[in-house]
């Protein structure tokens, strides 16, 4: 007579204990690291995430300062371009939003405390690897005839063709009226995630 193999051992364990754990390690792979990626984090209405961040584009147009106001009052800031990937997704992102060619965007870096020092808005330094200034910019343009003696110290970003090499920079009077970029970090919405 054959002695039972694992057979009905490994039944029964498939139907209780392994089935148990295999489960788990299920939800373990798909409930919990899966969702720790994009597809679970949460910007709110008017937002568009994209590598773990936020971005608003602005329909409205008002002064640097004033568009900066209203990005704070929702929770984010004028958008800072920490590397060529974001500087990438916004130059395209503007090509389809921009109306007609004057029709740009503030980003957060100003030069209005000390002429020529560039700094982004939480205070850093724009980094020299990453700058992509148009042709000819910044050159604190003082207007025909000195009509803007204060000269221009925000910048702001588009091109509605296509840049070359990315290259859409400009630096605008801070009190001209634009449309603008907010960012801000996207929120972990985990909890809310069901595994199917
Ligand atoms: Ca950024
Ligand atoms: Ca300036
Ligand atoms: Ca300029």
């Known amino acids: 007579m054959r002695r ?11 139907q209780s204990i392994c089935c148990a754990i295999i489960h788990v390690l299920i939800y373990l792979i798909f409930c919990s690291d899966l969702f720790k990626d994009e597809t679970c984090l949460k910007c709110g209405a008017g937002w568009e995430l994209h590598g773990g961040t936020c971005y608003n584009f602005s ?4 002064s640097w300062t004033e568009s900066r106001r209203s ?6 800031d004028l958008v800072k ?7 990438m997704f916004l130059e395209e992102k503007l090509r389809g939003l921009m ?11 100003t ?7 560039w700094l982004w808005v939480d205070g850093s330094p724009l ?5 992509f200034w148009c042709n000819n910019e910044p050159d604190n343009w003082k207007g025909i005839n000195n009509q803007n003696p204060a000269g221009e110290d925000c910048v702001r970003m588009g091109e509605r063709g296509g840049a070359s090499d990315l290259k859409c920079w400009l630096d605008k009077s801070c009190d001209d009226p634009h449309k603008s970029i907010c960012e801000k970090t996207a ?8 595994c199917g």
């Not at 371009?81 to 500087?87: A, L, V």
């Not at 109306?99 to 870096?109: M, R, S, Y």
């Open 4 to 14: 039972p193999q694992g057979g009905e051992e490994g039944k029964r364990c498939g």
């Open 59 to 62: 329909t409205g147009k008002s």
């Open 71 to 76: 990005c704070r009052d929702l929770g984010g």
């Open 81 to 87: 371009i920490d590397s060529r990937e974001e500087q």
């Open 99 to 109: 109306e007609e060619a004057e029709d740009k965007f503030w980003i957060g870096l």
């Open 111 to 117: 030069d209005s405390e000390l002429e020529g020092r």
């Open 127 to 131: 980094n020299e690897s990453l700058k």
């Open 187 to 194: 929120v972990s919405g985990q909890t809310s995630c069901v």
